[in-house]
Structure formats: C-alpha cells, structure tokens
C-alpha cells in the first residue's frame, strides 16, 4: 500500500484545493449550491481520487483512479474559466489558478505513465 501523503502531486493537489475553498468563499451568496460547490467538489476530488488509488493494489488500480483525477482537473479548469468569464475571478487570479491546475494535470499525466511502463 502506497502512503498517498509522500507523493507531491497528492500535495499540490491538496494545497490547490485549500486555494480553492478560501477563493471560492467571495463567491456570490446565490452561488454557493452552484458553481462554489460544484469547483470546490472537482478540486476536492483531485487528492481524493489520488488518495483513494493509493490504497487500491495494483498498479491498475491506482491509474484507474489517476485518470478520475485528471478528469476532476479537467472540470475544475473548465469551471475557473467559467467563473472568470462570470467576473467572480479577475484575470489575473484566474490565469495563475489554470497555470496550477494545468501544472497538476501535467504531473498526474507524468504519473500513469511511469506506473504504465512498470
């Protein structure tokens, strides 16, 4: 069994996620059961989709649940671009929060390839 807290895109993630929750907290009011829930639970599901494959095993396993992070990483940038062109985020908030979105999916992507090629 893996120990889901060593590997540094579980870290990233994480902190990615803590970003997150704090930014969203200046959403709207109306939108806290819409698109402050709904970032919050596609961030959040990045490190626990990480942390859940780490106790699967099998290499299999864990890049089955790699690959639902990375779809979780997907749905978040969408979702920042979407509260950007909502004017919840400004411009440069939002180009440094898809910068570490993006930056995750790239290490997540670097990961199931080397779990591929054991």
Known sequence: ???FKKYDIWQLSHSFTLEI???TSTFPKEELYGLTSQIRR?????????S???GRNSDKEFNQFLNIA??????????LILAKDLKYL???ISANLIEKINSIKSKIYKLKQI????
Request: aromatic share 6%.
């Open 1 to 3: 069994m893996r120990d």
């Open 21 to 23: 929750y704090k930014m």
């Open 42 to 50: 596609a961030s959040s599901s990045i490190p626990t989709n990480i």
């Open 52 to 54: 859940e494959g780490c």
């Open 70 to 79: 990375l779809g979780s990483a997907s749905e978040t940038e969408y979702l």
């Open 90 to 92: 400004n411009n440069e």
């Open 115 to 118: 779990l591929i090629q054991q």
